[in-house]
Protein backbone atom coordinates (compact mmCIF):
# COMPACT_ATOMS: atom_id res chain seq x y z
CA UNK A 1 0.00 0.00 0.00
CA UNK A 2 1.23 3.69 -0.84
CA UNK A 3 0.01 6.59 1.20
CA UNK A 4 0.22 10.19 0.21
CA UNK A 5 0.47 12.84 2.60
CA UNK A 6 -0.43 16.31 1.81
CA UNK A 7 0.31 19.82 3.93
CA UNK A 8 0.48 23.58 2.97
CA UNK A 9 -3.46 24.42 2.38
CA UNK A 10 -5.48 27.40 4.55
CA UNK A 11 -6.49 31.00 3.98
CA UNK A 12 -4.76 33.36 2.43
CA UNK A 13 -5.81 36.80 0.91
CA UNK A 14 -5.85 37.53 -2.83
CA UNK A 15 -2.76 38.12 -4.50
CA UNK A 16 -0.95 36.08 -1.64
CA UNK A 17 0.96 32.81 -1.71
CA UNK A 18 0.71 29.27 -0.53
CA UNK A 19 3.03 26.46 -0.95
CA UNK A 20 1.85 22.43 -1.02
CA UNK A 21 3.88 19.58 0.03
CA UNK A 22 2.68 15.52 -0.78
CA UNK A 23 4.98 13.04 0.09
CA UNK A 24 4.16 9.77 -0.81
CA UNK A 25 5.16 6.30 0.96
CA UNK A 26 4.94 2.57 1.32
CA UNK A 27 5.42 -0.01 -1.16
CA UNK A 28 6.90 1.84 -3.73
CA UNK A 29 8.90 0.86 -6.44
CA UNK A 30 9.58 3.75 -8.91
CA UNK A 31 7.04 7.33 -9.09
CA UNK A 32 5.62 8.06 -12.85
CA UNK A 33 4.26 11.37 -12.91
CA UNK A 34 3.44 13.82 -10.38
CA UNK A 35 1.06 16.38 -9.71
CA UNK A 36 -1.79 18.18 -8.38
CA UNK A 37 -5.36 18.34 -9.11
CA UNK A 38 -8.02 20.54 -7.58
CA UNK A 39 -12.02 20.45 -7.18
CA UNK A 40 -14.37 22.98 -6.34
CA UNK A 41 -17.33 23.25 -5.28
CA UNK A 42 -20.36 21.88 -8.03
CA UNK A 43 -17.08 21.26 -9.96
CA UNK A 44 -15.23 18.28 -12.00
CA UNK A 45 -11.92 17.82 -10.31
CA UNK A 46 -9.29 19.30 -12.59
CA UNK A 47 -5.32 19.07 -13.60
CA UNK A 48 -3.49 22.06 -11.98
CA UNK A 49 -0.34 20.70 -12.70
CA UNK A 50 1.87 17.82 -13.17
CA UNK A 51 5.33 16.94 -13.44
CA UNK A 52 7.70 13.32 -15.04
CA UNK A 53 10.44 11.95 -13.58
CA UNK A 54 12.32 13.70 -16.35
CA UNK A 55 11.17 16.89 -15.39
CA UNK A 56 8.42 17.46 -18.37
CA UNK A 57 5.68 19.63 -16.95
CA UNK A 58 2.06 20.09 -17.69
CA UNK A 59 0.36 23.10 -16.14
CA UNK A 60 -3.66 24.47 -16.86
CA UNK A 61 -4.07 26.98 -18.65
CA UNK A 62 -5.60 29.16 -15.93
CA UNK A 63 -2.30 28.80 -13.61
CA UNK A 64 0.41 29.45 -15.70
CA UNK A 65 2.58 31.81 -15.10
CA UNK A 66 1.29 31.80 -11.03
CA UNK A 67 1.80 28.28 -10.13
CA UNK A 68 5.23 26.30 -10.16
CA UNK A 69 5.51 22.06 -9.64
CA UNK A 70 8.41 20.76 -8.66
CA UNK A 71 9.52 17.52 -7.32
CA UNK A 72 12.00 15.96 -4.80
CA UNK A 73 12.69 12.06 -6.33
CA UNK A 74 14.88 11.23 -3.41
CA UNK A 75 12.00 12.41 -1.01
CA UNK A 76 8.92 11.07 -2.87
CA UNK A 77 7.71 14.35 -2.98
CA UNK A 78 5.96 16.99 -5.39
CA UNK A 79 5.04 20.91 -4.18
CA UNK A 80 3.38 23.29 -5.52
CA UNK A 81 4.14 26.89 -5.09
CA UNK A 82 0.84 29.10 -5.44
CA UNK A 83 1.65 32.98 -5.90
CA UNK A 84 -0.58 35.77 -7.15
CA UNK A 85 -3.38 34.06 -6.08
CA UNK A 86 -7.54 34.88 -6.91
CA UNK A 87 -10.50 33.68 -5.39
CA UNK A 88 -11.03 30.99 -8.13
CA UNK A 89 -8.07 29.51 -6.86
CA UNK A 90 -10.35 28.14 -4.11
CA UNK A 91 -11.03 24.38 -3.74
CA UNK A 92 -9.72 21.56 -2.02
CA UNK A 93 -6.46 20.46 -3.56
CA UNK A 94 -5.62 16.86 -4.12
CA UNK A 95 -1.76 15.25 -4.26
CA UNK A 96 -1.79 12.35 -7.26
CA UNK A 97 0.94 10.02 -7.84
CA UNK A 98 1.35 7.15 -10.68
CA UNK A 99 3.28 4.60 -8.53
CA UNK A 100 5.08 1.15 -9.68
CA UNK A 101 4.47 -1.05 -6.75
CA UNK A 102 6.74 -3.40 -5.53
CA UNK A 103 5.13 -5.81 -6.46
CA UNK A 104 5.09 -4.36 -9.84
CA UNK A 105 1.56 -2.92 -10.42
CA UNK A 106 1.15 0.22 -11.88
CA UNK A 107 -0.90 2.14 -9.48
CA UNK A 108 -3.11 5.64 -9.53
CA UNK A 109 -2.99 7.00 -6.16
CA UNK A 110 -4.78 9.88 -4.89
CA UNK A 111 -3.92 11.82 -1.61
CA UNK A 112 -6.55 13.04 0.87
CA UNK A 113 -7.19 16.49 -0.17
CA UNK A 114 -5.99 20.00 1.38
CA UNK A 115 -8.58 22.99 1.16
CA UNK A 116 -7.05 26.41 0.04
CA UNK A 117 -9.46 28.86 0.55
CA UNK A 118 -8.13 32.84 -1.42
CA UNK A 119 -10.39 35.68 -0.07
CA UNK A 120 -11.19 38.11 -2.36
Known amino acids: QVQLVESGGGLVQAGGFLRLSCAAS????????MGWYRQAPGKQRELVAS???????NYADSVKGRFTVSRDNAKNAVYLQMNSLKPEDTAVYYC??????????????WGQGTQVTVSS
Open 96 to 109: NAVVTTRNHFLVNY
Open 26 to 33: GSILSINT
Open 51 to 57: LSPGGST
